[in-house]
């Protein structure tokens, strides 16, 4: 891959890419494979398929860049949203096929030291980190859940035997709260 | 619902975590709401970052060139329209896919050919079975023909033969017939011309007429010009000084002239 443009815009890149600069989705690619991989290898637990994943995502921003939108978010939304889309859909073949059941249990808050020890590969990763730790361990446990496993309030209300209220309140409380520290942190850092 | 109600699922949404049916809730309302849109890509957002909450994994240097590998070939395919078209599959792979098309189609064709060869064959054979069927026929109808045409000149060449002229009555004033026995063997042959067409409910009946009494002979038809050969044998009390006669009658015959007669020798008309 090409040197990253590092002072472009993931707007600037995206719209490049919608005119097939291929360097641009070389830049992009540089910029985001490890935020991108690292969710989608959280997501499937397997280096192999995440890696397939990965360049579908790739291929997907290539012919469809053109759609994304400004307006609308970010890029760096659009491209995770794009390869968490995958990771699940991908995550729910194979669990049709029973490979990754097992592995997926036993993997809610586990990452936290992990996510600690990589902060200094990204300074908003590790803002986003540092964020997310301070959040009560129950907040957290359902964000996860819905972000990582695809699940929704329901099925995380009875994953984790809480009331179906309960998990919505997490949830709720735990973004809004994620906001604000980002908020200000992200602002001040930018 | 009300508008607060409404944002209460935002955040739902944008981690998609609703249930389908508050999916399609929210969903539906956000086409027509800009606040609650606005407010849904805030927290798309924000949930996007917790995509940093995953531990640090870098992917293989391979899986980078691939994807440049598979958007630079897919450029060199790019269709006239414009659009970018990414091969997914490698491009030395193709003939591979083209020769089992190329011979699925082959043998579609093949298949075809051999169902129109097939139906043209078995359309022929029935053409052919109809023919030699009624060849067959008409070659019977000419044998059968042919038999009675040697037995009436076998008849009529023979030196003991009795032949009898039939004339026609008012009733048929153009028919005639030749009628021919052996004495010996009462064998008999009629020939008739210029009959009426037999009604369809109808037949025409031969009768021998010895001293005074009709006896029974053939009921049969005529075709279309009066013609009729008939083979019959004449009873032994008829043979000598016997006359001829031709009536109408019922289809299936009678034992006693009832219709009118069409055709007699000499004095049938005492019937």
Redesign the interface.
């Known amino acids: 891959?090409q040197p990253e443009q590092a002072q472009t815009p993931d707007g600037d890149l995206l719209r490049a890419v919608a005119r097939?600069d291929?360097a641009a989705?070389?830049a992009i690619?540089?910029r985001y494979?490890?935020?991108?991989?690292?969710?989608i290898?959280?997501i499937l637990h397997d280096?192999q398929e995440?890696?397939d994943v990965?360049?579908e995502v790739?291929?997907q921003v290539?012919?469809r860049a053109a759609d994304f939108d400004e307006a609308?978010?970010?890029g760096?939304?659009w491209l995770?949203?794009l390869?968490?889309s995958r990771a699940i859909d991908r995550l729910r073949a194979l669990a049709s096929r029973g490979r990754v059941a097992a592995q997926a249990a036993g993997w809610v808050s586990d990452?936290?030291g992990?996510?600690a020890s990589?902060a200094s590969?990204?300074e908003?990763?590790a803002i986003?980190?540092r964020a997310?730790i301070e959040l009560p361990e129950e907040q957290?446990r359902a964000?996860?859940l819905?972000?990582?496993e695809?699940?929704?309030?329901?099925e995380?209300a009875a994953r984790l035997g809480d009331p179906l209220g309960t998990v919505?309140t997490r949830?709720?409380s735990g973004?809004?709260k994620?906001?604000e520290v980002?908020r200000d942190k992200l602002n001040t850092t930018s | 619902m009300v508008h607060e109600d409404y944002k209460e699922l935002l955040i739902a949404r944008a981690l998609d975590a609703l249930d389908d049916t508050d999916a399609r809730v929210i969903d539906e309302h956000l086409g027509t709401c800009a606040e609650c849109s606005a407010e849904l890509t805030e927290w798309r957002d924000t949930a996007g970052l917790l995509a940093h909450g995953a531990p640090v994994v870098e992917p293989g240097a391979e899986v980078g060139k691939r994807i440049m590998d598979q958007v630079s070939s897919g450029r060199s395919a790019r269709s006239d329209t414009g659009a970018a078209v990414v091969q997914m599959t490698p491009r030395e792979r193709m003939p591979t896919k083209i020769w089992p098309n190329l011979l699925r189609m082959a043998a579609a064709i093949a298949f075809m050919a051999l169902m129109i060869g097939t139906f043209i064959l078995w359309k022929r054979d029935l053409e052919l079975r109809m023919e030699v069927a009624r060849l067959s026929r008409e070659i019977r109808s000419q044998q059968s023909e042919l038999a009675r045409e040697r037995d009436t000149i076998a008849l009529l060449t023979t030196l003991d033969a009795q032949r009898t002229e039939l004339v026609g009555t008012d009733q048929a004033k153009k028919a005639r017939a030749t009628f021919a026995f052996d004495r010996e063997t009462g064998r008999a042959i009629l020939l008739t011309e210029g009959l009426p067409v037999t009604p369809v409910d109808k037949a025409y009946e031969l009768w021998f007429i010895a001293n005074g009494h009709p006896l029974p002979g053939r009921v049969f038809t005529v075709d279309t010009s009066g013609r009729a050969t008939i083979s019959d044998q004449v009873p032994p009390e008829a043979r000598e000084h016997a006359v001829f006669a031709v009536t109408l009658e019922p289809k299936a015959g009678v034992n006693s002239p009832t219709g009118p007669i069409y055709m007699s020798s000499s004095v049938a008309r005492q019937l």
């Open positions: 891959m097939h291929e989705l070389a690619y540089d494979k490890l935020i991108l991989f690292s969710l290898i959280r280096r995440a890696e990965l360049q790739f291929l290539w012919r609308r978010g970010r760096f939304t995770v949203t390869a968490r990452n936290t992990d996510a990589d590969k990204s908003q990763g986003v980190r997310l957290q964000l996860y819905a972000y990582f695809g699940l929704t309030q329901s995380i919505k949830m709720r973004m809004i994620l906001r980002l």
